[in-house]
């Protein structure tokens, strides 16, 4: 059964840093790997999809990176605003589940 | 137009009613899922329709009954729900042609059973 994992559970720093949130993954059969942010009590905004035979996707200030075989994923925030405070969900398709597997969430706030 | 739209946002119901959440989206993606989430946890599937049929069912009480009448809309029908079903109820649509790709999800239906 594919299991993801996000670390860490919890962050905060102040404005203007560089941050990398880490996802990990137990089945390395994805298809893909897709970072979400989620504000509280709202839907999920999709950030970036990497396909399974991709290493990274760039959108703006966020870098991701994939490497299937060891089953790790980042997602690097440049330049971090208090606008990027929100729950960040990594989830893969594949790896034996049905639909998206998601990790649990790291909750990163930006301090002003 | 990348938007799913859920309707209703909130939603509060007794045990013995019976209510409906509806999803659309205008994006001609084939298929579209429906995600039950409980307060800081992640999202777990529930249902996937393909091409209108169900595809998957994730063991899913009967009290919760999907319904995709098209391509573009997605109901979920609710009957005799306990409170523990209060949720965010979140749908989303992918392309759903060959490999699966970038899932889109809209703003959640906020269920209160009491």
């Known amino acids: 059964k594919q299991e993801v994992t996000q670390i860490p559970a919890a962050l905060s720093v102040p404005e203007g840093e560089n941050l990398v949130l880490n996802c990990s993954f137990t089945?390395?059969?994805?298809?893909?790997l897709q970072w979400f942010r989620q504000d509280p009590g709202k839907g999920l905004t999709s950030l970036l999809l990497?396909?399974?035979?991709?290493r990274e996707q760039t959108s703006g200030r966020l870098n991701a990176s994939l490497d299937k075989s060891s089953g790790r994923s980042t997602l690097y925030i440049a330049a971090s605003q208090p606008g990027d405070s929100a729950t960040y969900l990594c989830?893969?398709?594949?790896?034996?589940?049905?639909?998206?597997?998601f990790g649990k969430g790291t909750h990163l706030i930006i301090q002003p | 137009d990348t938007e799913v739209t859920q309707t209703p946002k909130h939603l509060v119901m007794g045990m013995t009613n019976k209510k409906s959440l509806k999803c659309e989206q205008h994006?001609?993606?084939?298929?579209m899922y429906w995600y039950k989430q409980k307060a800081k946890k992640p999202p777990e599937l529930m249902f996937v329709?393909?091409?209108?049929?169900?595809?998957i069912n994730e063991s899913v009480p009967s009290r919760f009954s999907p319904e995709c009448p098209n391509s573009s809309l997605l109901n979920l029908h609710l009957h005799a729900l306990q409170p523990e079903d209060s949720a965010l109820y979140l749908c989303?649509?992918?392309?759903?042609?060959?490999?699966?790709?970038?899932?889109?999800f809209g703003e959640g239906s906020r269920l209160t059973v009491l």
């Open positions: 989303a649509s992918s392309q759903g042609t060959g490999v699966p790709g970038e899932l889109f």
């Open positions: 089945d390395s059969a994805i298809y893909n």
């Open positions: 990497i396909q399974s035979s991709q």
């Open positions: 989830a893969v398709v594949g790896g034996g589940a049905d639909g998206l597997t």
């Open positions: 994006m001609g993606h084939r298929a």
């Open positions: 329709y393909s091409y209108e049929k169900l595809s």
